[in-house]
């Protein structure tokens, strides 16, 4: 089937502690997306990529960091950085600007 | 940026009736796209719909882009449909980003 994938589906960080998000698509897509949700709010752009080797900052990409350096992945990291990580997190893929589609998700929680 | 505006927050339907949501958006825009988040989360695109109107089955939608709002309509809603409703658009030249509002909150009761 094709699709996106995200794992794991929930994820537990420490203090100080670097972690990364997966992403994986097989739907041929250039273009990635990764958006953070919070309670009861909308979703906040992170860093988007419209082709291999190349991504962008969104609107809150202070403590993220990503690479894309294969079509099909465009991993997540969250930095000890970024002081307030407890959020949903969404990748999304689609074909140029068009329709976006989104994976499951990933709930990063902080001990 | 762009402002992106849905109303209303929340809306409480008995089953069967109709609805209808509506995203304002403060620029001018080349996409706009409506999604149905579920109760666990996934986003599930309704429309692309940067200009005209569209339908697929009981869900139709219409963006006038030169007064710069889309309408959602939902008919004969089912308890499925629950959930939240997000509109996002994106700026005429900016490229692949979206916007996203702060989404419409719907409840449809038996």
Redesign the interface.
């Given at each position: 089937d094709g699709g996106i994938t995200q794992s794991p589906k929930y994820l537990f960080r420490k203090e100080g502690q670097n972690v990364t998000l997966s992403c994986e698509q097989n739907l041929n897509h250039d273009?990635m997306?990764w958006?953070r949700?919070d309670p009861g709010?909308?979703?906040?752009?992170i860093y988007?990529s419209?082709i291999v080797n190349d991504f962008?900052k969104?609107?809150i990409a202070e403590g993220y960091s990503v690479s894309r350096e294969k079509k099909e992945s465009f991993p997540l990291t969250v930095t000890s950085a970024q002081k307030n990580p407890t959020a949903?997190y969404?990748c999304?893929s689609?074909h140029?600007?068009?329709?976006?589609?989104?994976g499951?998700?990933t709930?990063l929680l902080v001990l | 940026?762009i402002q992106?505006e849905q109303s209303p927050p929340d809306l409480i339907l008995q089953e069967g009736a109709n609805s209808t949501l509506r995203c304002n958006f403060s620029d001018s825009v080349?996409?706009l796209?409506w999604?149905h988040q579920n109760p666990?989360?996934?986003?599930?695109?309704l429309f692309?719909i940067p200009s005209g109107t569209k339908q697929n089955g009981r869900l139709s939608a219409t963006t006038v882009a030169t007064e710069r709002y889309s309408l959602l309509y939902i008919s004969s809603s089912q308890t499925t449909d629950s959930g939240v409703y997000?509109c996002?658009t994106?700026l005429t030249g900016g490229?692949?980003?979206?916007?996203?509002?702060?989404?419409t909150q719907l409840k449809v009761e038996l």
């Open positions: 273009a997306y958006y949700q709010q909308g979703l906040r752009l988007y419209q962008q969104g609107d949903f969404l999304a689609s140029r600007g068009e329709t976006q589609y989104f499951p998700g709930r | 940026g992106v080349n996409n796209q999604f666990w989360g996934q986003l599930i695109n692309y997000f996002a994106g490229g692949n980003k979206l916007t996203f509002g702060t989404g």
